[in-house]
């Protein structure tokens, strides 16, 4: 089952829990939360106060992909606010084992990010310590940027390093994801599909789900 998560970053934030409410109706399976810090990409979003306030308009888990410099800080906080699975950059962390270990001590589920430019070989031997994998299919910072294509080698490349390891790991692509992109990588492996362009800045989000989900069940 290939699962939707759309991306806040792309949401009118004035009217956050009401777009929350909009995608939960219209099936989304996951809530994609992008926190910047304006460190380690140039661009600030979201702390855990704003995560906390509109936890309680759904019962979607919240996927809590950090894009921060020190991520070991924002671990707890964010657990606190109501992260259900949290996602940390490779290239953030200098004690990824370590920081993979503190957040399922919290209990929440716990995935490595990938930027374009790092190869999956980096995570090889941590992946009897996650549950998912987050491939990045653009440079992270900014919503709305375009997909890149030559990703598509390394999430198969991925895809086949999950299956041999035999583990239960999710495989999450994220950036420039709409019915076309996603096709193409729900055919080189990937299991969930965070869009934000494609859902909330279209002309109708129940029609951008649908199509998503469209696209998903004619591939795989
Ligand atoms: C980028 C973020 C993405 C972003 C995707 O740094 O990680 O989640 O919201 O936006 P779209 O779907 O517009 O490319
Ligand atoms: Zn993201």
């Known amino acids: 089952m290939i699962r939707i998560a759309p991306s806040l970053l792309a949401s009118d934030f004035g009217h956050l829990a009401d777009q ?31 995560v906390a306030s ?33 996602t940390v ?7 990824l084992s370590r920081t993979i270990r503190s957040i399922k001590k919290i209990g929440a589920k716990a995935g490595i990010v990938l930027k374009p430019a790092t190869p999956v070989i980096t995570i ?9 994998v987050l491939i990045m299919t653009v440079e992270p ?15 198969k490349d991925m895809r086949k390093m999950i299956e041999l390891s035999k583990r239960e790991i999710l495989l999450e692509v994220d950036g420039g994801i709409d019915k076309n992109t996603a096709k193409s990588v729900i055919d080189a492996g990937a299991d969930v ?3 934000g362009t494609s859902i909330f800045k ?7 789900i649908s199509s998503l989900r469209e696209a998903s069940k004619k591939h795989r």
């Not at 919503?143 to 990703?151: E, H, R, T």
């Not at 279209?202 to 951008?208: D, F, L, P, Y």
């Open 141 to 155: 910072g900014f919503g709305n940027q375009k997909f890149i294509k030559s990703i598509l080698q390394k999430i």
């Open 202 to 208: 279209s002309s109708s989000i129940k029609t951008a």
């Open 124 to 132: 090889k031997d941590m992946l009897d310590e996650i549950d998912l």
């Open 193 to 195: 599909l965070v869009a």
């Open 89 to 95: 950059h490779q290239e953030s962390c200098k004690n």
């Open 54 to 86: 509109v936890r309680k308009y759904t019962g979607l888990p919240f996927d809590v992909h950090l894009m921060v410099e020190d991520t070991d800080k924002f671990i707890v906080p964010f657990r606190n606010a109501g992260a259900d699975i949290i």
């Open 20 to 50: 929350i409410i909009e995608v939960e109706k219209y099936g989304a399976d996951w809530i994609h939360v992008d926190v910047m810090d304006g460190h380690f990409v140039p661009n600030i979003t979201f702390g855990p106060p704003v």
